[in-house]
């Protein structure tokens, strides 16, 4: 069995939840198996335990689902921190070779974001910087993400923003890949980005960018690969093979089912289904290409460590 890589997860904790509503009510709505009841009352112990998943249980589910390294992202909102980059660390530090770190900062601070993001990745080696445009209703060409893009530039890093209309209750505008996302890419030529979330209804716009542009490549997460639009699979079966990667949006999109019906529905060439799958995602973040056993189990992996 092949190794998985999903590009695009988010903390599984209840307080995350509670603290994202347009994000809880969004998962809720695709049917999440792990937000179908989402805890309403802070008082409720027992609703929020079933939310929260430890590391050792989460590398479980993985395990159970056939999962071998998930990114896993902090989150910041304008005036709150909603899962800081060290409690992502929590989860990277107890299993180093199954979670990698993808940093956020918060943008209302300038100076102390870029410090934050280089101790991110200097100190506690995360891999990537993700920062959600429509949380902060600003576009990635606004003048507070430049220093952050030389930094990441200098850090070797990508960029992860979400492309394309937004599920939450919250303006689209800032997802759009033209002129936006276009912009940083002209700016910045080796900064890399990576396209969260297809880019849908602009998917076109995403795949244009991503041929036009070496270094910006295009993730699948928060939509069932059965879904996903005709032009986008013709370009990752043929001439932008190098350029999408598997994600999910989890705990929006289940693992199994996603990874099912990559085999079930889009029936990839088997050098396809490898790049999409793991590939791609080694090479543009820079992990290193082993493929672990989807199976390998919680005891066996506490024992090598």
């Not at 990752?236 to 190098?242: E, I, K, N, V, W």
Request: one cysteine or more; aromatic letters at 12%.
């Amino acid at each position: 069995m092949s190794s998985v890589v999903d590009v695009w997860c988010n903390p599984p904790t209840a307080e995350v939840w509670r603290r994202l509503p347009e994000v809880a009510r969004l998962f809720v709505k695709s049917g999440s198996p792990l937000l179908a009841s989402p805890p309403t009352n802070a008082s409720k112990p027992q609703e929020a335990e079933a939310l929260t998943m430890s590391p050792k249980q989460l590398v479980a589910l993985m395990d159970q689902e056939g999962i071998d390294r998930i990114m896993l992202c902090a989150w910041c909102r304008p005036g709150q921190w909603i899962f800081t980059n060290e409690q992502v660390l929590e989860y990277t530090r107890a299993y180093p070779d199954r979670f990698v770190g993808i940093a956020t900062v918060d943008l209302d601070k300038p100076v102390e974001a870029v410090e934050m993001l280089e101790k991110a990745v200097c100190e506690y080696g995360f891999k990537g910087l993700k920062v959600l445009g429509w949380l902060w209703k600003l576009p990635p060409n606004d003048k507070l993400y430049y220093p952050l893009y030389v930094k990441c530039t200098q850090l070797g890093i990508p960029f992860c923003p979400q492309v394309g209309h937004t599920g939450p209750l919250m303006p689209s505008e800032p997802g759009r890949p033209v002129p936006y996302l276009e912009e940083v890419a002209l700016t910045f030529p080796d900064l890399k980005i990576v396209g969260g979330h297809i880019g849908h209804p602009w998917t076109e716009e995403m795949i244009n960018l991503a041929w036009k542009f070496d270094n910006v490549y295009i993730d699948t997460s928060a939509y069932l690969p059965r879904y996903y639009p005709k032009p986008l699979v013709h370009f990752m079966t043929t001439h932008g093979r190098d350029k999408v990667l598997f994600g999910t949006n989890f705990p929006q999109l289940s693992w199994k089912r996603c990874v099912e019906s990559v085999q079930r529905d889009l029936r990839l060439a088997p050098e396809i289904y490898e790049r999409f799958m793991w590939k791609n995602a080694c090479n543009v973040f820079g992990l290193d290409e082993r493929q672990p056993a989807p199976s390998l189990s919680i005891e066996h992996h506490n024992a090598k460590l």
